[in-house]
C-alpha cells in the first residue's frame, strides 16, 4: 500500500470559542480526484489554509508523502508540491499572464533570484509557461495584463499558476466560483484531464460538478468531516442529505 | 509544440525589454549642457545625484512596493563615508565611491532583516524611525561628523589622475552622469530579470507569492540591499563633487524630497525618478530667490494636484496619451 | 533625586496626555477607514493658531478659546473631508500619504505667511500659571490643567464608546467595516462624524499645546512624527493604545531628555522602533 500523496492526523484548530476544525484526519491517494463539499461555514477554506500553512494548526499534523511538512512556512510547501488555488481571484493585476506563469516557473526553477541576467535568457521557462497556457486555452489572450482578461480566463489563469509550481497534491478552492454554469463544465474538464500523477482536492458546490468529476467526496460540518465515500454511497447516505443536499445549493 | 509558436512569447519578452529610440535620445541629450548650459554643469551634477537616489527608491518603492519614509539613511550614510576617506586623507573618487557603496549595501543588508518583516503602517513608521535614528546618531556623534557645522577638510584628488573637481563642475558632471549611467543600465538588468518579476510580483500581490513558491523576504532583503548601495552611490557623489557633507543629507526633509520627486516623475516606470528630479531641481533652482515657505506651498499644491489627476505621475500621464506602447511597468 | 523622578514623571505624563489629545482621532479614522491621514497634526496647528487669535486678537478668554478652537479644527475637517479625502478612501496606502504630505506642506506655508514664522505667545490667565503644590511636590498649575481637560475627554470618550449607539456602531465599524454594512451601519457617516471629532480633538490638543511646546508654523510637521509613533505604537483603532503608547512616549521622551541629554530624541526612536518589532501591530492593535 503505497503512501497517501497528501495525509493529515488529528488537524484541530479553534478561535476562542469557535471551532472551526476538528480531529480532521485525511488520506489522499496518488491521482486523487477528491472533492470537499458542505455547507458554508463548515470550515473547507478552513482546511485549506491549514494544510497550505497559511493558518498554524493547534494540534496536528500534516504528511505530503512520506515527509511531515507541518513545521514548513507555506512556500516550502509549495515547492514540495502541496499548492493551492484561491477561491477568489488573487492574481498580479498589472503583470500579463504570460509574465505571471513564467514567474511561478521561475521560482520553481530557482531563477528568480537572478537580478544580472534578462527574463528572456531563460527560454526554457517561458516555453514551458506558454505551454501550461495553451493547455489551459488561454494563449491567445496571454500577453494582456491579467485585469483586462475575463472572469473566466482569470478562473483558469489561477490554475495556471498552480500547474507552472508543478504539483503533486493541488487544492482547488471553489475552482469555478462565479463562473457561468456552461462554462464551468469546460473549466472541470480541464481540471479532469490533469496528469495522473497529480492528486487533487477540490472545493465545490454545484452537486451535478461534483458527482460528475469527483471519484470520492468528504462532506465536511461545522468543522468536522461528516462522512466520505463514493459518489453514489454519499448520495444515499441519510445523514447528508439531511445536512446538506436537502437544502438549496449555490451553483 | 512547433518552434514558431514557442518563439512568440519570446519575442514579445524581449520586445518588451528592447531600447526604444526615446530612450537612446534622452541619454544622448543628457550630454547637452556640456554643450548649451556650460554654466549650469554643478547643477546638472546635483540632478544627477538626485536621480540616481530616485532611481534607486523606484527599485523599492516602483517595484517592489516598500514605502520607505527612510531611504535618506543609505544617502547620508554613503556620503559620509566617502567624505571621512577623503577628509583621513584618502581623497581618490572611484576607490573611495566604492568603499562608500559598500558601506551603504552592508547597512542596507542589515537592515533588510528588519525591514522584511512588515507591512503597511508597521513599515512605513519602521523605516521613519531607522532614519530617525541614523539622523540624531549623526548630530550626536559630531565628533565624527562634524555635527551641524558639517564635515570640514574633504579634500578629493584628481578624478583618474586627470581630471580635477573645480568651481565649473566640468569633472563633477561628467563624473555623476558616467556613474549614473552605468548604475541606470544596472537597474534596468535588474527590472527587466526574472529577479525583477519576482518584485513586481510582490508588489502586484504579496499573497500570492507564497502561494507560488516565492520566498519574499528574500527577494525584498536583496532588492533593499542593491538600493542602499545605489543611495549610497548617490550620497558618495554628493560629497566627493561638492567636498562638503552635511547632516542634511540624512535628515527626514531628503527623504521626503526623493519620494516626492519619484512620484512626480511617476513610480516604477524606470525613467520616471529622473525625470522627476530634473523637473524638481530646475523648478527649484530658477525658483529659488522666492521665500522657501512659497516653494512648499507649490511644492504641496503640485503633490495634491498629482495624486488627485495624475496618479502615476506625469510619465503615467504621458503613457496614458501613448496607449499603443505597452511597457513591463 | 525623588523628587526629581517625580517631576519627570508628572510633566512627562502632561506631556503624554497632550500627545494623546493630539493623536487619538488619528488612531480612530485610522482603524476605522485605513485612511492615512497625515494632515490630522494640520488640523491640530489650526486649533492652535485659531486659540492664539482669538485670545490675543478678539480678547476673548482662555478658557472659552479652547472649544472654539475644537468647533474651527472639526469644522475644517469636515470641508477637507467633503472635497478632497472622500476620493481617496479605496487609494493606495501611498497616495493617501502624498495627498495628506502635500497637504501639510500646504498648511505649513499657510501659517507661515498668516502668522509669520516665530513661536505665537498666547496669554494664559494667570489662575493657571505657577506651581502649586500636591503631596508636598511642587506641581505646575497649567500641566495640571493639561492633565485635568485629557482626562476628562478621556472618560467622555469611553463613555460615549461604550454607552452610547453611536459608540457602539463606532465599535463595530472599526471591529469589521463590511459586516458594520451588512448590518445597516451607515458607516460613511460614522466615519464622518468620528473624523469631524477626532481632528476637533486635535485642534484642541493644538490650542493647549500653545502654552507647553510651543507653536510656530512647522508644528504640523514636527508633531506628526510623535503622533504618528503614538498611532502605530498604541495600534489602530485603540483608545486605550493611544493613551498608553501616548503615556509612554510622554514619560520617555521627557526621562530622555532629563537623564540622557546627549542622547536626544534617539531614546523615543529606539524605543518606538523596538516596539514594533515586538508587536508589528501595535500594543493594542488587532488587524
Given at each position: 500500500m503505497s503512501t497517501a500523496a497528501l495525509s493529515t492526523r488529528g488537524l484541530d484548530k479553534s478561535f476562542g470559542s469557535l471551532v472551526v476544525a476538528k480531529n480532521i484526519e485525511l488520506d489522499l491517494p496518488r491521482g486523487a480526484r477528491y472533492a470537499l463539499i458542505g455547507p458554508n461555514g463548515a470550515g473547507k477554506t478552513t482546511l485549506i489554509n491549514l494544510i497550505t500553512g497559511m493558518l498554524r494548526p493547534d494540534q496536528g499534523r500534516i504528511f505530503l508523502e512520506a515527509d511531515e511538512v507541518t513545521a514548513l512556512r507555506p512556500e516550502e510547501r509549495v515547492k514540495r508540491g502541496l499548492v493551492r488555488t484561491f477561491q477568489i481571484n488573487t492574481l498580479f493585476p498589472h503583470l500579463s499572464a504570460l509574465e505571471a506563469v513564467t514567474l511561478a516557473v521561475c521560482e520553481r526553477r530557482g531563477y528568480a533570484g537572478t537580478w544580472w541576467q534578462k527574463l528572456p535568457a531563460y527560454p526554457d521557462a517561458i516555453e514551458e509557461a506558454y505551454a501550461i497556457l495553451l493547455s489551459l486555452r488561454l494563449g491567445a489572450s496571454c500577453y494582456r495584463p491579467t485585469r483586462e482578461l475575463a472572469y473566466g480566463q482569470q478562473r483558469l489563469l489561477e490554475i495556471a499558476l498552480a500547474l507552472a509550481t508543478n504539483p503533486k497534491v493541488l487544492l482547488l478552492d471553489e475552482p469555478a466560483a462565479g463562473v457561468p454554469q456552461g462554462e464551468s463544465a469546460e473549466l472541470f474538464s480541464v481540471i479532469a484531464d490533469l496528469s495522473q500523477d497529480i492528486a487533487v482536492l477540490f472545493i465545490e458546490h454545484d452537486m451535478h460538478v461534483v458527482f460528475r468529476f469527483a471519484r470520492r467526496i468528504i462532506v465536511m460540518v461545522g468543522g468536522r468531516i461528516l462522512v466520505e465515500g463514493t459518489p453514489a454511497e454519499i448520495a444515499a447516505d441519510a445523514r447528508v442529505r439531511e445536512v446538506y443536499l436537502g437544502g438549496a445549493h449555490h451553483g | 509544440m512547433t518552434s514558431s509558436a514557442a518563439a512568440e512569447p519570446q519575442r514579445y519578452l524581449e520586445a518588451q525589454i528592447r531600447w526604444r529610440p526615446l530612450e537612446i535620445a534622452f541619454w544622448l541629450a543628457t550630454l547637452l549642457p556640456f554643450v548649451?548650459?556650460?554654466?549650469y554643469l554643478l547643477l546638472a551634477s546635483q540632478i544627477a545625484i538626485t536621480a540616481l537616489f530616485a532611481l534607486s527608491l523606484d527599485l523599492i518603492l516602483g517595484y517592489a512596493g516598500i514605502v520607505s519614509l527612510g531611504h535618506a539613511a543609505y544617502f547620508g550614510f554613503g556620503s559620509y563615508t566617502a567624505g571621512l576617506i577623503a577628509k583621513w586623507g584618502w581623497g581618490e573618487p572611484l576607490t573611495g565611491l566604492i568603499i562608500a557603496a559598500a558601506a551603504a549595501g552592508l547597512l542596507g543588508y542589515l537592515t533588510s532583516f528588519i525591514i522584511a518583516r512588515f507591512r503597511h503602517l508597521a513599515l512605513i513608521m519602521i523605516t521613519l524611525g531607522l532614519g530617525l535614528l541614523l539622523a540624531e546618531a549623526a548630530n550626536s556623534a559630531s565628533w565624527l561628523t562634524g555635527g551641524a557645522d558639517g564635515l570640514q577638510g574633504v579634500r578629493m584628488w584628481k578624478l583618474l589622475g586627470m581630471f580635477q573637481f573645480d568651481l565649473f563642475g566640468t569633472t563633477a558632471y561628467s563624473y555623476s552622469l558616467a556613474v549614473l549611467f552605468l548604475l541606470f543600465l544596472v537597474a534596468r538588468r535588474v527590472i527587466h530579470s526574472p529577479f525583477g518579476l519576482a518584485l513586481r510580483g510582490i508588489r502586484e500581490n504579496a499573497v500570492r507569492m507564497p502561494a507560488i513558491g516565492a520566498a519574499s523576504p528574500a527577494h525584498i532583503r536583496k532588492v533593499y540591499t542593491i538600493a542602499a548601495v545605489m543611495a549610497g552611490v548617490a550620497g558618495a557623489l554628493l560629497a566627493q563633487t561638492t567636498e562638503t557633507v552635511s547632516l542634511e543629507t540624512l535628515s527626514f526633509q531628503r527623504s521626503a524630497d526623493v519620494l516626492v520627486i519619484l512620484i512626480l516623475g511617476g513610480a516604477g516606470r524606470l525613467y520616471g525618478g529622473i525625470v522627476g528630479a530634473i523637473i524638481y531641481m530646475v523648478a527649484r533652482d530658477q525658483l529659488s530667490g522666492i521665500n522657501p515657505q512659497y516653494w512648499y506651498f507649490w511644492i504641496g499644491t503640485l503633490l495634491v494636484a498629482v495624486v488627485i489627476f495624475l496618479p502615476n505621475g506625469i510619465l503615467g500621464g504621458l503613457a496614458r496619451l501613448m496607449p499603443a506602447r505597452r511597457s513591463p511597468a | 533625586m525623588i523628587a526629581s523622578a517625580f517631576g519627570v514623571l508628572f510633566d512627562g505624563f502632561a506631556y503624554g496626555m497632550l500627545l494623546f489629545l493630539l493623536s487619538v482621532g488619528l488612531s480612530v479614522t485610522l482603524g476605522m477607514m485605513n485612511f492615512v491621514n497625515l494632515a490630522h497634526c494640520s488640523f491640530a496647528m489650526l486649533g492652535g493658531y485659531v486659540a492664539v487669535s482669538v485670545t490675543n486678537d478678539l480678547g476673548w478668554p482662555f478658557l472659552v478659546s479652547l472649544p472654539v478652537a475644537f468647533v474651527a479644527a472639526a469644522v475644517a475637517s469636515v470641508a477637507f473631508e467633503r472635497l478632497l479625502y472622500r476620493r481617496l478612501y479605496r487609494a493606495t496606502d501611498l497616495d493617501q500619504c502624498l495627498l495628506t504630505i502635500g497637504i501639510v506642506f500646504i498648511s505649513v506655508a499657510v501659517a507661515a505667511y498668516v502668522y509669520g514664522t516665530i513661536q505665537q505667545p498666547l496669554n494664559v490667565p494667570s489662575y493657571l500659571r505657577g506651581t502649586v503644590s500636591v503631596m508636598g511636590q511642587s506641581v505646575g498649575v497649567y500641566r495640571l490643567f493639561l492633565i485635568g481637560v485629557s482626562l476628562l475627554v478621556t472618560l467622555l470618550l469611553v463613555a460615549t464608546l461604550e454607552y452610547t449607539r453611536f459608540g457602539a456602531q463606532v465599535r463595530a465599524a472599526v471591529d469589521n467595516q463590511r459586516m458594520a454594512r451588512g448590518l445597516g451601519i451607515n458607516v460613511d457617516r460614522v466615519f464622518a462624524i468620528t473624523f469631524a471629532l477626532g481632528s476637533g480633538l486635535a485642534g484642541l490638543g493644538g490650542a493647549l499645546a500653545v502654552e507647553i511646546v510651543g507653536l510656530d508654523h512647522a508644528f504640523a510637521f514636527t508633531y506628526l512624527v510623535y503622533v504618528l509613533i503614538v498611532v502605530a505604537v498604541g495600534g489602530l483603532g485603540s483608545i486605550a493604545g493611544s493613551f498608553v503608547a501616548a503615556t509612554l512616549l510622554g514619560i520617555s521622551d521627557m526621562a530622555g531628555k532629563y537623564y540622557f541629554p546627549e542622547l536626544g530624541a534617539f531614546l523615543i526612536y529606539f524605543v518606538m522602533v523596538t516596539l514594533l518589532m515586538w508587536r508589528p501591530l501595535g500594543l493594542f492593535g488587532r488587524r
Amino acid at each position: 500500500m503505497s503512501t497517501a500523496a497528501l495525509s493529515t492526523r488529528g488537524l484541530d484548530k479553534s478561535f476562542g470559542s469557535l471551532v472551526v476544525a476538528k480531529n480532521i484526519e485525511l488520506d489522499l491517494p496518488r491521482g486523487a480526484r477528491y472533492a470537499l463539499i458542505g455547507p458554508n461555514g463548515a470550515g473547507k477554506t478552513t482546511l485549506i489554509n491549514l494544510i497550505t500553512g497559511m493558518l498554524r494548526p493547534d494540534q496536528g499534523r500534516i504528511f505530503l508523502e512520506a515527509d511531515e511538512v507541518t513545521a514548513l512556512r507555506p512556500e516550502e510547501r509549495v515547492k514540495r508540491g502541496l499548492v493551492r488555488t484561491f477561491q477568489i481571484n488573487t492574481l498580479f493585476p498589472h503583470l500579463s499572464a504570460l509574465e505571471a506563469v513564467t514567474l511561478a516557473v521561475c521560482e520553481r526553477r530557482g531563477y528568480a533570484g537572478t537580478w544580472w541576467q534578462k527574463l528572456p535568457a531563460y527560454p526554457d521557462a517561458i516555453e514551458e509557461a506558454y505551454a501550461i497556457l495553451l493547455s489551459l486555452r488561454l494563449g491567445a489572450s496571454c500577453y494582456r495584463p491579467t485585469r483586462e482578461l475575463a472572469y473566466g480566463q482569470q478562473r483558469l489563469l489561477e490554475i495556471a499558476l498552480a500547474l507552472a509550481t508543478n504539483p503533486k497534491v493541488l487544492l482547488l478552492d471553489e475552482p469555478a466560483a462565479g463562473v457561468p454554469q456552461g462554462e464551468s463544465a469546460e473549466l472541470f474538464s480541464v481540471i479532469a484531464d490533469l496528469s495522473q500523477d497529480i492528486a487533487v482536492l477540490f472545493i465545490e458546490h454545484d452537486m451535478h460538478v461534483v458527482f460528475r468529476f469527483a471519484r470520492r467526496i468528504i462532506v465536511m460540518v461545522g468543522g468536522r468531516i461528516l462522512v466520505e465515500g463514493t459518489p453514489a454511497e454519499i448520495a444515499a447516505d441519510a445523514r447528508v442529505r439531511e445536512v446538506y443536499l436537502g437544502g438549496a445549493h449555490h451553483g | 509544440m512547433t518552434s514558431s509558436a514557442a518563439a512568440e512569447p519570446q519575442r514579445y519578452l524581449e520586445a518588451q525589454i528592447r531600447w526604444r529610440p526615446l530612450e537612446i535620445a534622452f541619454w544622448l541629450a543628457t550630454l547637452l549642457p556640456f554643450v548649451l548650459t556650460p554654466n549650469y554643469l554643478l547643477l546638472a551634477s546635483q540632478i544627477a545625484i538626485t536621480a540616481l537616489f530616485a532611481l534607486s527608491l523606484d527599485l523599492i518603492l516602483g517595484y517592489a512596493g516598500i514605502v520607505s519614509l527612510g531611504h535618506a539613511a543609505y544617502f547620508g550614510f554613503g556620503s559620509y563615508t566617502a567624505g571621512l576617506i577623503a577628509k583621513w586623507g584618502w581623497g581618490e573618487p572611484l576607490t573611495g565611491l566604492i568603499i562608500a557603496a559598500a558601506a551603504a549595501g552592508l547597512l542596507g543588508y542589515l537592515t533588510s532583516f528588519i525591514i522584511a518583516r512588515f507591512r503597511h503602517l508597521a513599515l512605513i513608521m519602521i523605516t521613519l524611525g531607522l532614519g530617525l535614528l541614523l539622523a540624531e546618531a549623526a548630530n550626536s556623534a559630531s565628533w565624527l561628523t562634524g555635527g551641524a557645522d558639517g564635515l570640514q577638510g574633504v579634500r578629493m584628488w584628481k578624478l583618474l589622475g586627470m581630471f580635477q573637481f573645480d568651481l565649473f563642475g566640468t569633472t563633477a558632471y561628467s563624473y555623476s552622469l558616467a556613474v549614473l549611467f552605468l548604475l541606470f543600465l544596472v537597474a534596468r538588468r535588474v527590472i527587466h530579470s526574472p529577479f525583477g518579476l519576482a518584485l513586481r510580483g510582490i508588489r502586484e500581490n504579496a499573497v500570492r507569492m507564497p502561494a507560488i513558491g516565492a520566498a519574499s523576504p528574500a527577494h525584498i532583503r536583496k532588492v533593499y540591499t542593491i538600493a542602499a548601495v545605489m543611495a549610497g552611490v548617490a550620497g558618495a557623489l554628493l560629497a566627493q563633487t561638492t567636498e562638503t557633507v552635511s547632516l542634511e543629507t540624512l535628515s527626514f526633509q531628503r527623504s521626503a524630497d526623493v519620494l516626492v520627486i519619484l512620484i512626480l516623475g511617476g513610480a516604477g516606470r524606470l525613467y520616471g525618478g529622473i525625470v522627476g528630479a530634473i523637473i524638481y531641481m530646475v523648478a527649484r533652482d530658477q525658483l529659488s530667490g522666492i521665500n522657501p515657505q512659497y516653494w512648499y506651498f507649490w511644492i504641496g499644491t503640485l503633490l495634491v494636484a498629482v495624486v488627485i489627476f495624475l496618479p502615476n505621475g506625469i510619465l503615467g500621464g504621458l503613457a496614458r496619451l501613448m496607449p499603443a506602447r505597452r511597457s513591463p511597468a | 533625586m525623588i523628587a526629581s523622578a517625580f517631576g519627570v514623571l508628572f510633566d512627562g505624563f502632561a506631556y503624554g496626555m497632550l500627545l494623546f489629545l493630539l493623536s487619538v482621532g488619528l488612531s480612530v479614522t485610522l482603524g476605522m477607514m485605513n485612511f492615512v491621514n497625515l494632515a490630522h497634526c494640520s488640523f491640530a496647528m489650526l486649533g492652535g493658531y485659531v486659540a492664539v487669535s482669538v485670545t490675543n486678537d478678539l480678547g476673548w478668554p482662555f478658557l472659552v478659546s479652547l472649544p472654539v478652537a475644537f468647533v474651527a479644527a472639526a469644522v475644517a475637517s469636515v470641508a477637507f473631508e467633503r472635497l478632497l479625502y472622500r476620493r481617496l478612501y479605496r487609494a493606495t496606502d501611498l497616495d493617501q500619504c502624498l495627498l495628506t504630505i502635500g497637504i501639510v506642506f500646504i498648511s505649513v506655508a499657510v501659517a507661515a505667511y498668516v502668522y509669520g514664522t516665530i513661536q505665537q505667545p498666547l496669554n494664559v490667565p494667570s489662575y493657571l500659571r505657577g506651581t502649586v503644590s500636591v503631596m508636598g511636590q511642587s506641581v505646575g498649575v497649567y500641566r495640571l490643567f493639561l492633565i485635568g481637560v485629557s482626562l476628562l475627554v478621556t472618560l467622555l470618550l469611553v463613555a460615549t464608546l461604550e454607552y452610547t449607539r453611536f459608540g457602539a456602531q463606532v465599535r463595530a465599524a472599526v471591529d469589521n467595516q463590511r459586516m458594520a454594512r451588512g448590518l445597516g451601519i451607515n458607516v460613511d457617516r460614522v466615519f464622518a462624524i468620528t473624523f469631524a471629532l477626532g481632528s476637533g480633538l486635535a485642534g484642541l490638543g493644538g490650542a493647549l499645546a500653545v502654552e507647553i511646546v510651543g507653536l510656530d508654523h512647522a508644528f504640523a510637521f514636527t508633531y506628526l512624527v510623535y503622533v504618528l509613533i503614538v498611532v502605530a505604537v498604541g495600534g489602530l483603532g485603540s483608545i486605550a493604545g493611544s493613551f498608553v503608547a501616548a503615556t509612554l512616549l510622554g514619560i520617555s521622551d521627557m526621562a530622555g531628555k532629563y537623564y540622557f541629554p546627549e542622547l536626544g530624541a534617539f531614546l523615543i526612536y529606539f524605543v518606538m522602533v523596538t516596539l514594533l518589532m515586538w508587536r508589528p501591530l501595535g500594543l493594542f492593535g488587532r488587524r
